[in-house]
């Protein structure tokens, strides 16, 4: 009877420390994803629209021969989108992490422009172990999860973070939520 008056506050207090870890955990891997989703994105745009790439179906005709092939924009093919996801999480060393002073929450924020214009840097802590979870934990969500992104990368959408990030993968919160929500910020 003692010990069960002694363990259970203990086991309930577990519980809610591992709760509170837990959602922590999945705000950060939100941030990732739409940090991923930005970077990647942003390297689409970087496509020559004109550029295309030749693909050809596994259908054989009767004398042996393809009997498909068309032209799609390179920008969002399956290719391309391979070669980014190989290294766009990389591109996480350029981030840090920013604290509101009124809230306490934590946002992630790109410490240099895309374009080279100048970025507001202020509450942000930069080191490297910062860099080096944003990259390892970027690198898990696209390993286990590169065909979802693929598909969902290959078409233009209105939300690509909330296509993506919310209604594929359930790392953030859905509709007016993650409007709210906004975990991570992208200084252009």
Not at 23 to 44: G, H, L, M, N
Not at 123 to 147: Q, R, V, Y
Request: net charge negative; aromatic share 4%.
């Amino acid at each position: 009877m003692e010990l069960q008056v002694v363990f259970t506050p203990v086991l309930v207090i577990l519980g809610l420390i591992f709760q509170v870890h837990c959602q922590r955990d999945k705000s950060f891997q939100c941030s990732v994803c739409q940090i991923a989703v930005d970077e990647i994105e942003w390297e689409i745009s970087k496509v020559d629209p004109k550029k295309v790439i030749e693909v050809e179906s596994f259908r054989v005709d009767p004398t042996g021969k393809q009997s498909y092939s068309r032209k799609i924009p390179y920008a969002r093919s399956e290719t391309h989108l391979t070669e980014l996801l190989e290294n766009i999480c990389d591109n996480m060393k350029q981030y840090a992490e920013s604290t509101e002073p009124d809230t306490g929450k934590k946002t992630y924020v790109r410490t240099s422009s895309h374009d080279g214009s100048p970025v507001n840097l202020s509450n942000i802590s930069m080191s490297g172990e910062i860099a080096e979870k944003l990259k390892h934990t970027c690198e898990d969500i696209l390993g286990e999860h590169d065909e979802e992104v693929i598909e969902v990368l290959k078409h233009e959408h209105d939300n690509q973070k909330a296509a993506l990030c919310s209604q594929i993968l359930h790392l953030c919160p859905t509709g007016d939520e993650a409007q709210e929500d906004g975990n991570s910020k992208e200084e252009l």
